[in-house]
């Protein structure tokens, strides 16, 4: 289970996402970014960031921790912004917060040094749970203290969307030609060596384990959350014990970046150098 704290003071919009998530203090004197369970993604965005979260915490990863956090939108009542007065109105209650990082970059691998295997189980593990969006374009990837952090798995697991059609994601390729690591000679099968052991049921359902109840219920197809967290372990260790039909391409693209000639820039706009190749 996840620690649950109770918001004690609204700080400020946090705008460089999409969800347009909050900067909030708590009654165990920490501070947390806040992401609303009435965010126009919804709570299955919260789902996946737990559930892949404490998945890659259970690997061995470097995650902040995350917090269930109650919420009373009062505390939101000087904030001058009608979009987020609206969405601090629709997620009274349960929320998700992520520990606040103070004074974090950005983690470029061009201004950072990137270890190969470091970067092989990142690759490994966003090829596992389906992450699109960790990118040149934003690599969700923060250096704090001397070490990187991974945050914002809010866009894995993507077959919660479409119960209906989740065995096809079991099988689906990982399309890893603009992931942030790429360039940084991940080595895939030392990864490979080292995960895909772990990638237990016990794993997988203590990670789902940490998922509120009430995150999960109502799900049509499922009798109760408990129903859906067996359906998460059913998909990820079914992903896992077939990843030779996804992996190969993930090791593609690691030879095509190798002769591109190295990674696109992080920064700024436009396309990479390599996209024209």
Known sequence: MLRHVTATRYVTPLREGGSLPGLMEADDLGTYVVKYIGAGQGRKVLVAEIVTGELARGLGLPVPELVTVELDPALGVA?????????????????????FLPGALDLDPQAFPIDPGFAGRVLWFDALVGNVDRSWRNTNMLFWHGSPYLIDHGATLTFQHAWSGAAAWVERSYDAADHVLLGCEPDLDAADAAFAPRVTPELVRTAADAVPDQWLAGEPGFADADEVRAAFVTQLVARCDTRAAWLPGVRAAIDERVEAGGPPSTRGPGTPFWAGR
Do not use: F
């Not at 904030?79 to 520990?99: C, F, H, K, M, W």
């Open 79 to 99: 904030e001058p912004d009608q979009e987020v007065q609206e969405l601090l109105r629709a997620s009274p209650g349960l929320n998700l917060g992520i520990d």
